[in-house]
T-cell receptor, first 113, second 114 residues
Framework: GAVVSQHPSWVICKSGTSVKIECRSL??????MFWYRQFPKQSLMLMAT?????????EQGVEKDKFLINHASLTLSTLTVTSAHPEDSSFYIC?????????FGPGTRLTVT | AQSVSQHNHHVILSEAASLELGCNYS??????LFWYVQYPGQHLQLLLK??????LVKGIKGFEAEFIKSKFSFNLRKPSVQWSDTAEYFC????????????FGSGTRLSIRP
């Protein structure tokens, strides 16, 4: 099946710094990618829809200036958490749409100290 | 707006017991429905999906789900669970008119006693 990778898989950063997370579709092109956030023992909450070559569409309550999304190519979307704070610590998961299905990445665990 | 409800937060079963996890969605139009599984420490995997056709869909590892449109339900079933089925199970819905985004239910944690 189609493979989606995320890098890094785990990152620790200091409060106030920015962190970039990459999401790549390895063997297919994805015009649309999605970013989710998962708190411990909770479900995935959709943060935004990333469209190649255009601005991302953010879900209600998600700060677009804090969570910057760039979908520069058909195989890469990036999520940058700007001025990170401890409450941003979470598991961030991306998915890429290939045809009618979506394929999920393994996730990135962000810890802000 | 579409939403997904999973009423069972935590289910505990013994091996060989039968399983049914409830899932209800709210959306009046055409939907695509999914069940995903997340094993401890691993990423999401697709168990099965319903797009159209036969409302009884079979997935991997002996799981199946039945789409009942009149009840807005898509319950997951397995006749005989194994210890290795211990995981978190998520029901999800994608409405045709919503630009492909998938909305997840709150998840059901399944614990199997050996």
């Amino acid at each position: 099946g189609a493979v989606v990778s995320q890098h890094p898989s785990w990152v620790i950063c200091k409060s106030g710094t920015s962190v970039k997370i990459e999401c790549r579709s390895l063997d297919f092109q994805a015009t649309t990618m999605f970013w989710y956030r998962q708190f411990p023992k909770q479900s995935l909450m959709l943060m935004a829809t990333s469209n190649e070559g255009s601005k991302a569409t953010y879900e209600q309550g998600v700060e677009k200036d804090k969570f910057l999304i760039n979908h520069a190519s058909l195989t890469l979307s990036t999520l940058t958490v700007t001025s990170a704070h401890p409450e941003d610590s979470s598991f961030y998961i991306c998915s890429a749409r290939g045809g009618v299905e979506q394929y999920f990445g393994p996730g990135t665990r962000l810890t802000v100290t | 707006a579409q939403s997904v409800s999973q009423h069972n937060h935590h289910v505990i079963l013994s091996e060989a017991a039968s399983l049914e996890l409830g899932c209800n969605y709210s959306y009046g139009g055409t939907v695509n429905l999914f069940w995903y599984v997340q094993y401890p420490g691993q990423h999401l995997q697709l168990l099965l999906k319903y797009f159209s056709g036969d409302p009884l869909v079979k997935g991997i590892k002996g799981f199946e789900a039945e789409f009942i449109k009149s009840k807005f339900s898509f319950n997951l079933r397995k006749p005989s669970v194994q210890w290795s089925d211990t995981a978190e199970y998520f029901c999800a819905v994608n409405a045709d008119s919503s630009a492909s985004k998938i909305i997840f239910g709150s998840g059901t944690r399944l614990s199997i006693r050996p």
